[in-house]
């Protein structure tokens, strides 16, 4: 009789032991889950409120020549009206102060402090661009250099980074006579990502100028 109290007293005590063991390793492996009584869980949701500080209805603006404008302005200054870069060239899109006497704007300060002024400024550069390119824009639009398709767009961006000169250098060479800025940037990346936009409203003027009236 006492060996079988031994036994079974044995036998409770071994899947006791053995129970224990598997509550330990779980309540160890799940600690991080576990949520005392004398605890709470916290979480923070927007309110109404905060809800409304991010915009995520971004303009799309694709191909239209608005969309040209803020690829340029990305690639040139991440659009910073009032960025002026180690070489000088200065606003949204990174004019040197030869090409704005060009266009009649003398003032580096009033530049800098006006937007509108800036805009403008672009718009009459491409005008420029656009008179003195136009012929390599009627010969060479919808060919394939280095393997890029050049387009109008693309000849009117790289002719910002390097001049109409350059511009045409590199087409009449076929891709030969390359062209780096003090950056390293290259025309052919601008020719390939800038192609394609819709530059067709701008009219070709060799004596384009400001005016902000």
């Known amino acids: 009789m006492l060996r079988k109290y031994y036994f079974f007293g044995g036998l409770i005590l071994s899947v006791a032991f053995i129970t224990l063991g598997f509550t330990s390793k779980e309540s160890e492996k799940d600690s991080w889950f576990y949520v005392g009584d ?5 979480s923070t949701v927007p309110t ?21 404008k803020q690829a340029i302005a990305i690639r040139e200054s991440q659009g910073q009206y009032k960025l002026v870069n180690p070489f000088g ?7 040197g102060m030869s090409a704005l006497r060009s266009i ?3 003032s580096r300060s009033e530049f800098l402090n006006n937007p509108r002024l800036q805009e403008k400024a672009f718009k009459a550069l491409l005008s420029i661009n656009k ?3 136009s012929a390599e824009i009627e010969k060479f639009e919808g060919k394939i ?4 398709k050049i387009t109008e767009s693309g000849i009117l961006a790289a002719a910002h980074l390097g001049g109409a000169g350059s511009v045409k250098n590199y087409l009449h060479s076929n891709g030969k006579r390359k062209f780096k800025d003090g950056f390293g940037t290259s025309m052919k990346s601008y020719f390939k990502l800038f192609g394609g936009y819709d530059t067709s409203h701008i009219i070709p003027n060799m004596n384009a100028k400001v005016k902000l009236n």
């Open 48 to 68: 109404l409120d905060e809800s409304q500080y991010v915009n995520l209805e971004l303009p799309y603006t694709g191909k239209s020549y608005t969309g040209f």
């Open 89 to 95: 060239y200065m606003g949204k899109y990174q004019f």
């Open 104 to 106: 009649g704007i003398k």
């Open 131 to 133: 008179a003195q390119l």
């Open 145 to 148: 250099i280095n393997g890029v």
């Open 38 to 42: 004398d605890e709470e869980i916290i």
